[in-house]
């Protein structure tokens, strides 16, 4: 089985670890110092897991249809796990506004797909940081900084800087989904690979972690379109 990786090595890591992203690539996480023989060893070890990743038939597969969406009236976008009818009409701001419906002033059409992600990027400022500094309180750890970024392909990451990144597009799912993304990646704080300890950690905070792993798996696609 022939498997292809990027190795991406980092003065701070001291553990090497693996990743298969979304798009089916396969990084290795190493300390700078650990030899290549070393992490081809360890990637070799690891060959039937990683085949079985990569070809996940659920997981990666093509979406149905080509992602995004017009936004006009009738359609719906989802927020927080619901969808929500979209209403082309005036607002009090002139921006886009959410009132059990999502309200895009029609001098926003031409750049609706625009103002409805800054819509959504903001809204997942406003919900998903403060939650990740609860959880980290709640886990006795601390990280650089959390942001919210623009990454199809993963919904969380910690980084060798102890930071935490989030997908913005996580603020279209349900909130259970949502703390299970963050405290996941709060965990990796205190134990850098998916071992059971790992998995212990993130079932004792995030209590809705195997429904939350199923709903990802049948809407994440969902969730990657842009509205």
């Not at 209590?207 to 994440?220: D, V």
Request: aromatic residues 10%; glycine residues 4%; contains cysteine.
């Amino acid at each position: 089985m022939d498997l292809s990786y990027q190795i991406l090595r980092s003065p701070r890591r001291k553990k090497l670890t693996i990743t298969v992203e979304r798009d089916r690539s396969i990084i290795v996480h190493s300390p700078e110092s650990t030899a290549e023989e070393e992490i081809h060893r360890v990637v070799d070890s690891k060959r039937q897991w990683l085949f079985e990743k990569v070809h996940h038939p659920q997981k990666y597969q093509s979406p149905a249809h080509p992602p995004g969406k017009e936004v006009v009236n009738g359609e719906s976008a989802l927020y927080l796990g619901r969808e929500y009818l979209i209403d082309v009409t005036d607002t009090a701001t002139g921006q886009v506004e959410f009132s059990r419906r999502f309200l895009v002033p029609p001098a926003q059409q031409k750049n609706r797909k625009k103002v409805l992600k800054a819509w959504y990027v903001d809204r997942a400022k406003e919900t998903i940081i403060p939650l990740a500094e609860r959880y980290a309180r709640e886990l006795g750890v601390q990280f650089g900084a959390a942001r919210i970024v623009d990454n199809r392909y993963r919904w969380g990451s910690c980084t060798v800087k102890d930071n935490v990144h989030f997908n913005w597009r996580l603020i279209k799912a349900p909130m259970f989904v949502i703390s299970y993304v963050i405290v996941h990646e709060l965990a990796h704080l205190l134990e850098g690979n998916h071992t059971p300890r790992f998995w212990n950690i993130v079932r004792a905070k995030a209590l809705s972690t195997e429904k939350a792993r199923a709903w990802l798996k049948e809407h994440g696609q969902v969730l990657e379109e842009e509205v």
